[in-house]
């Protein structure tokens, strides 16, 4: 199995305040994604990367930014944390190719709560 | 842009019954699809994928097929079980983006 893991697992901020997530992976897998996971809107996409330094918008992408500078992990930073921000964030890295998709695998998710 | 949309649940089933939760997409390219299983208090696991069309995926008695025509991958189990009991995401990678896309998830509750 891919190797993944997020930190920290769960996290209370005040609003305001900047916040960094991290994902980390074991394996050189290219892509590697952050979602946000509320009640009623199943997972959306915040950003992702297809490469170090190459990263992209995904649907909900305002209010965070992202960082690749080393393949193995993918920072995910919320520039003034606020209540529309307490959500669960799950990372999760791509396995195979752009030519033979094995499948994506998630980590454990982090639980931010904004106050 | 991409999207997927699933019914809507909750569904309720009775333990043994046949089990069908619609899935629709819309995708430009070749995407592939992927239906994702988050059982209570855990991540998401894969639960089966297809690649191209008339691709059907299939696990744990769950199968899907790839429909281009329809552009649907609808989740099919003839038989459920109290511990199918979960949350099923559909989702659509586009070929040209690599982005990958899911629908709001549907909650499955299996009584006895």
């Known amino acids: 199995d891919a190797g993944i893991t997020q930190s920290p697992r769960h996290k209370v901020t005040e609003t305001g305040t900047p916040v960094t997530l991290r994902c980390h992976q074991t394996?050189?897998?290219?892509?590697m994604y952050w979602y946000r996971q509320d009640p009623g809107h199943g997972l959306r996409l915040i950003h992702y990367?297809?490469?170090?330094?190459?990263?992209d918008k995904g649907e909900v992408s305002d209010g965070y930014s992202v960082s690749r500078s080393k393949t193995e992990d993918f920072l995910l930073t919320l520039e003034s944390a606020t209540s529309s921000q307490t959500s669960v964030y799950f990372c999760?890295?791509?396995?195979?190719?752009?030519?033979?998709?094995?499948?994506?695998?998630f980590g454990s998710g982090t639980r931010l709560t904004v106050v | 842009g991409n999207s997927v949309t699933q019914m809507e649940g909750p569904v309720t089933l009775s333990e043994e019954a046949f089990l069908t939760i619609n899935c629709t997409y819309t995708a430009t390219g070749y995407p592939s699809l992927f239906w994702y299983v988050q059982y209570p208090g855990e991540g998401l696991q894969l639960l089966l994928k297809?690649?191209?069309?008339?691709d059907k995926g299939s696990n744990k008695g769950f199968e899907a097929t790839y429909r281009k025509e329809t552009t649907s991958f609808h989740l099919e189990k003839g038989s459920v079980q109290v511990s199918d009991s979960a949350v099923y995401f559909c989702a659509v990678r586009a070929s040209n983006t690599g982005k990958l896309i899911f629908g709001q998830g549907t909650t499955l509750q299996v009584k006895p």
């Open positions: 394996e050189n897998h290219r892509y």
């Open positions: 999760a890295i791509m396995t195979g190719t752009d030519d033979r998709v094995y499948g994506y695998t």
């Open positions: 990367s297809y490469g170090v330094k190459d990263t």
């Open positions: 297809a690649t191209k069309a008339d």
